[in-house]
């Protein structure tokens, strides 16, 4: 069945009245979310550092990219199957990483597990979850873990052997945010999710941070394991060298998120990881960065034969999806949009978000004359 087959059945419910709950247009959801979600929740998830010129830039460089249609080419049977980091995948789209989804909806990270299973993508589970790892891996099908490096390495040792216990198959490691950056709309509000509980999950069902706190997390010591969380959180002291420890400790692919400039990406195959996240954490963490997918380029063409490059930042639609991969991409991380669609239907709302994101790419590539990942390249695009 091709992807963009979700586009038929939309049609044919319309003929007994039903329409997406939904709109097809993932650019509008932040729009409605603004409205139907708490000021809190939904400026946590939209904000991003400083004066968001680094989040518009994200946008703004997907539309400096036109493609170039192709035709007369023989599209009827398309495959977008791909496998990147050891994962097979029905198509390059993969559920990027992000934290406290309960503040969203209050089956979190869950349902998003179980909307991504049901679709056979690829789910990437935040260590800032709202819900334990082992929790979302009794939900998940094909799964990834990404870490925030603690400061106490006995933390992240057992942080990693959990998500080895419980199937998580390749880590990716966020490099960009060992410190909150200055985020004006969640100053405003003085909100931060984990200080009310939302988003530690991780830590307070860890045998080596309970240890450290006294036992299991309750009114008594709750504020201690604040604090301690406080100070665990993010490792400004992590250098280069740091990763042989990484690679020691984790026998599965790794891939570190965060990189946009060229020499880190050849140090991360200097360092033996198997791939890296071209990503500016959509914005979040530098005001006024470059835009990742004006980084992505360069990064592809030095390093791509030899490692599996992924990218996010910015990503609404199918479109966007195929531009990535044009400039080099294997695969493609989304976040806001899935996030959205969680607040507003829950794990219909990400099921949703995420055909419509495929089925947009599907039908972008067909339409544009290609008709496997194999024949998607630079002469797709125009500047």
Request: proline share 5%; glycine share 10%.
């Amino acid at each position: 069945m091709n992807l963009a087959d979700y586009q038929n059945e939309i049609y044919l419910a319309g003929l007994g009245g039903v329409v997406p709950q939904l709109p097809t247009d993932l650019h509008r959801l932040e729009e409605l979310a603004a409205v139907r979600l708490t000021a809190q929740a939904h400026g946590y998830v939209a904000g991003s550092a400083g004066a968001e010129r680094t989040a518009r830039a994200n946008l703004e460089a997907f539309d400096r990219w036109r493609i170039v249609p192709r035709m007369l080419r023989d599209v009827a049977e398309r495959d977008l199957s791909t496998t990147v980091l050891g994962t097979p995948m029905p198509a390059p789209v993969v559920i990027g990483p992000v934290g406290v989804l309960r503040i969203l909806h209050p089956d979190g990270e869950l349902a998003v597990a179980r909307a991504a299973r049901s679709l056979g993508i690829t789910m990437t589970l935040s260590t800032a979850a709202s819900a334990s790892l082992e929790e979302v891996a009794a939900e998940a099908g094909p799964r990834w873990f990404q870490l925030y490096w603690p400061k106490d390495r006995d933390l992240a040792a057992s942080l990693l052997q959990r998500a080895k216990d419980s199937g998580y198959s390749a880590l990716v490691v966020t490099l960009d945010t060992f410190a909150m950056a200055w985020r004006p709309r969640d100053l405003d509000t003085a909100y931060l999710p984990f200080l009310q509980g939302i988003g530690v999950q991780n830590y307070w069902s860890d045998p080596v941070f309970l240890k450290a706190v006294g036992g299991p997390v309750t009114e008594e010591n709750r504020d201690r394991a604040l604090l301690h969380w406080v100070a665990n959180f993010g490792n400004p002291s992590l250098t280069w060298d740091d990763l042989a420890w990484l690679r020691a400790e984790w026998d599965g692919p790794i891939a570190l998120k965060g990189i946009q400039h060229v020499d880190d990406a050849r140090r991360a195959v200097d360092a033996g990881m198997d791939g890296i996240v071209v990503s500016n954490h959509g914005g979040r963490q530098v005001d006024g960065a470059i835009a990742s997918l004006d980084a992505l380029p360069a990064i592809a063409a030095e390093v791509g034969s030899r490692i599996s490059v992924l990218f996010d930042s910015g990503v609404r639609s199918g479109a966007d999806v195929a531009k990535a991969l044009a400039l080099g991409a294997d695969a493609v991380m989304i976040g806001r949009p899935y996030a959205y669609g969680l607040g507003l239907a829950g794990e219909d709302g990400v099921r949703h978000v995420l055909r419509c994101m495929t089925a947009e790419l599907d039908l972008t590539l067909a339409l544009a004359g290609r008709s496997s990942l194999a024949e998607v390249g630079r002469d797709l695009l125009s500047p």
